[in-house]
């Protein structure tokens, strides 16, 4: 049992019997004195996707559901799925792109570093680095001497994710780009 203080972005625990992995946390400290501490957490159950809010004290806790990381490697899509490889077994398997959700932005063919969450010998989620290297394939035009200015443009990454970059960036620069929340944290070195 893991108490709601221990509570850590991307644990899997178990809540109502079925596996979620918590995707934020709130803590509310009280002010008055004997009250206890709320920790609000926001997690998705891995089976049906779908999203739960709950609140615990810092006292109760949750059960760390039973799974296990395997790395994978993305090997390509087709009209509706995504392929992927076990690395450790090499077998081969699909998953529905609506499945996967806002993550299919960020994957490229051949991608490492993709782990898979496998509960009963069944593939429920998949899990990419916290931040991925992606180029450029069409922005506006840079203007010279526009480096030292904090504006933005838009910005079409080889996926076709659409992000916000320094107006000096042009087509062809890679961009570090965060997973999580699809920002641009920097350019690639």
């Known amino acids: 049992m893991v108490p709601a203080k221990d509570f850590k972005r991307r644990m899997v625990v178990e809540i109502d019997g079925a596996p979620h992995m918590i995707e934020h946390i709130q803590v509310q400290t009280p002010s008055a004195r004997g009250a206890a501490t709320l920790y609000?957490?926001?997690?998705?159950?891995?089976?049906?996707?779908?999203r739960v809010e709950k609140s615990y004290r810092g006292t109760e806790g949750l059960n760390e559901s039973s799974f296990e990381r395997r790395p994978i490697q993305y090997l390509?899509?087709?009209?509706?799925?995504l392929h992927f490889m076990d690395a450790q077994d090499f077998t081969q398997f699909s998953m529905l792109a609506d499945e996967l959700g806002d993550i299919v932005s960020?994957?490229?063919?051949?991608?490492?570093?993709?782990?898979?969450?496998?509960?009963?010998?069944?593939?429920?989620?998949?899990?990419?680095?916290?931040?991925?290297?992606?180029?450029?394939?069409?922005?506006?035009?840079?203007?010279?001497?526009?480096?030292?200015?904090?504006?933005?443009k838009p910005a079409t990454l080889s996926t076709g994710h659409v992000v916000q970059v320094p107006e000096h960036l042009d087509p062809g620069a890679v961009v570090r780009v965060d997973t999580r929340t699809g920002e641009y944290l920097g350019r690639a070195t």
């Open 106 to 152: 960020f994957m490229t063919e051949n991608m490492e570093g993709v782990e898979s969450l496998v509960v009963d010998d069944e593939v429920i989620a998949i899990e990419l680095p916290d931040t991925v290297e992606l180029p450029i394939v069409e922005s506006a035009p840079g203007v010279r001497g526009n480096s030292a200015t904090g504006r933005t």
């Open 40 to 50: 609000k957490i926001k997690a998705r159950n891995l089976k049906t996707k779908n």
């Open 76 to 81: 390509y899509r087709d009209q509706d799925e």
